[in-house]
């Protein structure tokens, strides 16, 4: 079980995740029972996973979940139209990289929590001003990840397509495209568990509605059960979205499985 | 008549400060459905010749002509198989011959599925047709390549060491395989290669280059010295082949002493 680099019995692993996840748990109840950290500031796992029920049933959490989650979706949708072709043509032509890159690469330095107020003057406080602080957050970075995973295609797979009479057009869709796609798809998935940092900022700024809302609302009362649950639920989402992308990555990639 | 026409082509690419001469002033002709060799020392720039033929690379200077046609830029007309597999590894086996087909304008659509049968048959690939290329070997995913570059029936098939990667039992068989292929398409073919046997043992006709920059040593009329479509593998062990093998290796060691001496190319 200790074997240097050695892999491990499937049931074996889920074990020890397991185990890892129980320990963890049961170092916060001790801490939280024992009076060492006050229940006020940390209260009980049991405590929290309660709280978790009563934010469905008191209020209406799912609408709030549903809400994020459309944002989220929406922003990154925006982002991801634009960048994948604009960051595909990048690399393809170097002439339109080099005309854009050096702004993308000053922009993708500006921390976003800073252009929330510019936002929110220019799009007010509605829901134009969120969707414009994930794309913000996500789409210059992604389009340089996108250009990147362009670049990465080998040179003999693209000299290959033009000697057999692919134009231009071809081999882009043909060629780079499909061999970078893997890649991208991983990107993708990186790209948009950023997204949800930039939505609990945004949500938090100015919003009645959503995840980051609740958890921002509860904290006046210090319900510290309840913004713990709403900080769980953020972490459920977020685990099931990589997975469902990562299940959607191995189907469609089967060819990369040796 | 010169079919393909190499004529006075140079190549120099920029280096830190200097220009460097790759391909000095060359001028070949290459007849119809001829199989040539490039022999020659790694990075001698035989291969630069080559993807020169292919509008891969643009000549310095000088130009080459297809059938009186001066050539510009890749296209369906040269064909090339790459050192590395450049099977694509999101296609099946018959996938990737059948993109081969994609871009052709005189073959219709519904004639493709017997095409890539057929090549499939050539390249001896049966039964892998379902098969993505990283499940099979290196030598059967150069043959994919081999097939998919056939598929485009180009006028000039370019290969650049295709066997090069493979381990020489594999290398053998793709050897034989591939003058049973030229036998039956019978391709103007220009093949690269840095191994004295296999130079000998596909071509018509042999060029040996020197180290870099490229320039032709010797041009050896191979069909004159081991006669026609007698390439079988007995022919590796015939007295014929092996003289010709020693001739080839003495221009060759007369050339390495001869950089080495000059030493100014770090070879």
Redesign the interface.
């Known amino acids: 079980m200790f074997g240097f680099r050695t892999s491990l019995p499937r049931r074996t692993e889920l074990a020890l995740g397991l185990a890892g996840l129980l320990l963890f748990l049961g170092l916060w109840h001790t801490a939280s029972v024992s009076g060492w950290v006050k229940q006020q500031f940390l209260p009980t796992p049991f405590a929290v996973v309660e709280a978790f029920g009563r934010l469905f049933t008191e209020r209406n959490f799912a609408g709030d979940i549903l809400i994020s989650v459309g944002r989220v979706w929406l922003a990154f949708f925006l982002s991801v139209i634009i960048a994948v072709p604009l960051g595909l043509l990048m690399s393809c032509y170097r002439a339109l990289g080099a005309l854009i890159e050096p702004f993308i690469d000053f922009v993708r330095y500006l921390p976003v929590p800073a252009m929330v107020p510019l936002l929110i003057i220019w799009f007010g406080v509605g829901e134009a001003s969120k969707i414009a602080v994930l794309w913000m957050g996500t789409f210059f970075q992604l389009i340089l990840l996108i250009s990147d995973d362009t670049k990465r295609v ?1 040179a ?2 693209i ?2 397509g ?6 231009q057009w ?1 081999v882009i869709r ?2 780079v495209f ?2 970078a ?1 893997p890649n991208m798809v991983d990107n993708l998935r990186i790209t948009l568990g950023w997204c949800w940092t930039y939505l609990i900022i945004a949500e938090i700024v100015a919003a009645s509605s959503g995840v980051g809302h609740v958890i921002w609302s509860l904290r006046r009362f210090v319900k510290t059960p309840e913004v713990m649950a709403g900080i769980v639920a953020i972490g459920i989402i977020g685990l099931l979205t990589d997975q469902a992308f990562r299940w959607a990555h191995r189907r469609r ?4 499985e ?1 | 008549m010169a079919y393909l026409s190499i004529e006075n082509v140079s190549k120099t690419f920029p280096g830190d400060g200097q220009e460097v001469q790759v391909v000095t002033p060359l001028t070949l002709n290459i007849a119809q459905g001829q199989i040539v060799t490039f022999l020659g020392p790694s990075g001698c720039g035989k291969t630069t010749v080559m993807r020169m033929v ?3 690379e643009t000549p310095t200077a000088g130009q080459i002509t297809l059938d009186g046609a001066l050539l510009r ?4 007309r ?3 198989v ?1 050192q ?1 597999y ?1 099977a ?3 296609l099946t086996v018959a996938g990737n011959i059948r ?2 087909l ?3 304008p005189d073959l219709p659509p519904q004639d493709h599925d017997a095409a890539v049968a057929q090549l499939i048959d050539l390249v001896g690939l049966n039964g892998f047709d379902d098969s ?4 099979i070997s290196g030598g059967m995913r150069q043959r994919v ?1 081999i097939a ?2 056939l ?2 029936d ?1 006028d000039v098939l ?1 290969m650049d060491e295709p066997f090069g990667a493979l381990d020489a039992l594999t290398r053998e068989h793709l050897q034989n395989k591939l003058l049973d292929i030229n036998r039956a398409a019978a391709k103007t073919t220009i093949f690269v290669t840095h191994d004295v046997e296999e130079a000998i043992l596909l071509a018509h006709r042999l060029i040996v280059f020197s180290a870099r920059p490229a320039r032709l040593l010797e041009d050896i009329d191979v069909t004159a010295h081991l006669g026609t479509d007698q390439r079988e593998q007995t022919l590796r062990d015939a007295p014929a082949f092996l003289d010709l093998r020693r001739h080839v290796q003495g221009i060759i060691r007369a050339e390495h002493a001869r950089a080495e001496q000059d030493g100014a190319h770090g070879i």
């Open positions: 080998p003999e797979y000299e290959s033009f000697t057999l009479g692919a134009n071809q043909d060629i499909p061999a796609l990639f089967r060819y990369l040796r | 292919g509008g891969l830029g890749p296209d369906r040269r064909g090339m790459f590395s450049a694509f590894p999101w993109l081969g994609k871009y052709r993505y290329t990283n499940r390549a998919r570059t598929a485009a180009p370019l």
